[in-house]
């Protein structure tokens, strides 16, 4: 009775973002802008690739799902960040925790695992272009999507459901802006070297394969570009990768800098501003780096805007 009781009506303190009162309206301001920035800008990228046929590509696919996870993994996050920062009153439900942890782990996991078949993809371009449109299918590109999404749901509702089975009996204080699995378990006075254990192993191996697999591609993709002859060819070929590798460095790199570093060099300022960068500020560049360096992307988007004004003169 006691740990139902916990599950159910236990609230979680976020603190978030350490403010003083006159940076809090500030700050609020600027994440919902930066919010507000990410969800049209990836909206702005998914409307482009829908509505151009000649974006109809693997590779922007891709683009499109990560795009739509973007918006989803900024959603879960920044705008209980920022009512938090207004609040006077800093708290979480219990099943408000679990639900926002679940959609975390289901979209980070799922942002790492599209890069990954966007690397995919460029290797078969670069290495096998004859075979391209044979291996990198419309029927194949579809069912690799709809599996990863059953792979991150399922790992989501793995942890999400240990937590449950987690009492918490101390402090309820979490020294984060977001519930994350590791400041959880630091507050659980159960015994969790289980969730660790899954943690390291399923966990990582979900993390570690699509890196792995990148790093793989991209040598692979390296190695037959420096094998080309023509400047103009390499050129193109660095081109077609250039955007995608910008992501990938972004992401992983400011993933490593919250997960990977030494326990010593962690404090509550660093991993609040490496988690920002990781959860805030990459999927809100990331289709500025789409449509800035792709140039058949800013070409659809110049060709979508100039077809709204003409659509808006002509109302």
Request: proline share 4%; hydrophobic share 50%; glycine share 4%.
């Amino acid at each position: 009775m006691e740990k139902r009781n916990l599950t159910v009506i236990r609230e979680f303190v976020l603190l978030g973002l350490p403010s003083s009162a006159e940076q809090q309206h500030p700050l609020s301001i600027l994440f919902l802008c930066m919010y507000l920035v990410t969800v049209l800008g990836n909206m702005l990228i998914i409307l482009t690739i829908g509505f151009d046929s000649g974006l109809h590509s693997p590779m922007n696919y891709f683009l499109s799902n990560l795009a739509f996870v973007d918006i989803c993994f900024t959603s879960t996050i920044v705008p209980q960040m920022v009512v938090n920062i207004l609040a006077d009153t800093k708290t979480i439900s219990f099943a408000g925790c679990l639900t926002q942890l679940f959609f975390f782990i289901s979209f980070v996991n799922m942002d790492s695992l599209l890069l990954c078949l966007m690397a995919y993809d460029r290797y078969v371009a670069i290495c096998h272009p004859l075979r391209y449109t044979t291996i990198m299918n419309p029927c194949l590109c579809v069912q690799l999507v709809a599996g990863l999404w059953v792979v991150t749901y399922l790992y989501a509702l793995l942890q999400t459901a240990l937590i449950t089975h987690l009492s918490f009996c101390a402090s309820n204080v979490i020294h984060h802006f977001f519930c994350d699995l590791n400041p959880l378990l630091q507050l659980s006075c159960s015994d969790v070297s289980f969730n660790v254990l899954v943690i390291f192993t399923v966990g990582g191996l979900l993390a570690l394969t699509p890196l792995i697999c990148i790093l793989i591609s991209y040598g692979l993709i390296f190695s037959t570009i420096l094998k080309i002859t023509s400047t103009l060819g390499k050129q193109t070929a660095f081109s077609t990768c250039g955007c995608h590798l910008s992501v990938v460095v972004l992401f992983y790199g400011t993933a490593i800098a919250v997960y990977f570093r030494p326990s010593s060099s962690h404090t509550p300022e660093s991993d609040t501003l490496s988690a920002i960068m990781y959860s805030v500020v990459t999927p809100m560049l990331n289709p500025f780096i789409y449509s800035l360096r792709n140039k058949s992307m800013k070409r659809a988007l110049q060709k979508m805007l100039c077809k709204y004004i003409v659509f808006q003169q002509e109302l």
